[in-house]
């Protein structure tokens, strides 16, 4: 019973924090552009339907919206700075604006920026696309978990970390006795940018499964639910601590 009541909670808590208006951006024509380019880039412009308006001189640009009720998603995306287009996506990944922790823009240098977007990946648990952007360039990409709403000190060192997992989590067999390897994944805030926290990701995990098993959800690797609880009451500690705070979009509270 303790373990069905964990697993409500967290259903409960991911699809709330998984569920502004703008201005269309006028079309500049160049001479220097070929006739068919123009008509793609004027065909993208028609099809924006919301600008979101981020820090330090970014912003998001969507259209091609989808009404998945209580939310909406986007599959058309485009990331400006300071008025400058540096990425644009078309390929029907779909946007999600819902969770007011997302997206995030954070500062490393006067040049150089991250950006945090979620992703709807129905039907498994939405995920963050990571950006680092230099000198308005797109120079890495990343995957990562979403991420419960505020950065935690776990360690010793003076850094925060964020925790996330990849996969929602199910029980099955008699009486719900069974579930599947989810490990909690930990990335540190550093200087010079958000990492993925493998010491701490294996320790923490060793801890909850006696071994580690790897980064990655995986239903393949089945736990009696009885000894996964150290696991769940990390999650519901995680859940609780930051039921309180409230971000907006465009800022979190890290530092």
């Given at each position: 019973?303790?373990?069905?009541?964990?697993?409500?909670?967290?259903?409960?808590?991911?699809?709330?924090?998984?569920?502004?208006?703008?201005?269309?951006?006028?079309?500049?024509?160049?001479?220097?552009?070929?006739?068919?380019?123009?008509?793609?880039?004027?065909?993208?412009?028609?099809?924006?339907?919301?600008?979101?308006?981020?820090?330090?001189?970014?912003?998001?640009?969507?259209?091609?919206?989808?009404?998945?009720?209580?939310?909406?998603?986007?599959?058309?995306?485009?990331?400006?700075?300071?008025?400058?287009?540096?990425?644009?996506?078309?390929?029907?990944?779909?946007?999600?604006?819902?969770?007011?922790?997302?997206?995030?823009?954070?500062?490393?240098?006067?040049?150089?920026?991250?950006?945090?977007?979620?992703?709807?990946?129905?039907?498994?648990k939405n995920y963050v696309k990571y950006f680092k952007v230099f000198q308005d360039q797109i120079i890495y990409t990343e995957k990562m978990p979403t991420f419960f709403p505020r950065a935690f000190n776990l360690d010793e060192d003076e850094n925060l970390e964020l925790a996330g997992f990849w996969g929602v989590g199910k029980?099955?067999?008699?009486?719900?006795?069974?579930?599947?390897?989810?490990?909690?994944?930990?990335?540190?805030?550093?200087?010079?940018?958000?990492?993925?926290?493998?010491?701490?990701?294996?320790?923490?995990?060793?801890?909850?499964?006696?071994?580690?098993?790897?980064?990655?959800?995986?239903?393949?690797?089945?736990?009696?639910?009885?000894?996964?609880?150290?696991?769940?009451?990390e999650i519901l500690k995680l859940v609780e601590q930051s039921s309180n705070q409230i971000q907006m979009p465009g800022t979190v509270n890290w530092e």
């Open positions: 019973m303790k373990s069905e009541q964990i697993h409500l909670t967290l259903f409960i808590f991911f699809t709330l924090s998984a569920c502004s208006s703008g201005n269309v951006p006028k079309t500049v024509s160049s001479p220097d552009l070929p006739v068919d380019t123009l008509q793609v880039e004027s065909n993208i412009e028609n099809q924006i339907e919301k600008t979101i308006k981020l820090d330090h001189g970014f912003e998001i640009k969507v259209g091609r919206n989808e009404d998945l009720p209580p939310l909406q998603v986007y599959s058309l995306f485009i990331l400006t700075h300071n008025d400058k287009q540096i990425y644009i996506d078309t390929s029907f990944t779909e946007y999600e604006f819902t969770d007011t922790l997302y997206p995030i823009v954070r500062a490393i240098d006067h040049e150089t920026f991250e950006v945090l977007v979620e992703i709807n990946d129905r039907p498994l029980t099955w067999g008699d009486n719900y006795s069974l579930t599947d390897y989810n490990p909690i994944i930990y990335y540190e805030i550093r200087p010079t940018g958000i990492t993925l926290d493998s010491a701490l990701t294996i320790s923490k995990n060793r801890e909850f499964y006696g071994e580690f098993y790897g980064f990655k959800f995986n239903r393949k690797i089945e736990f009696k639910t009885i000894e996964t609880r150290k696991r769940e009451d």
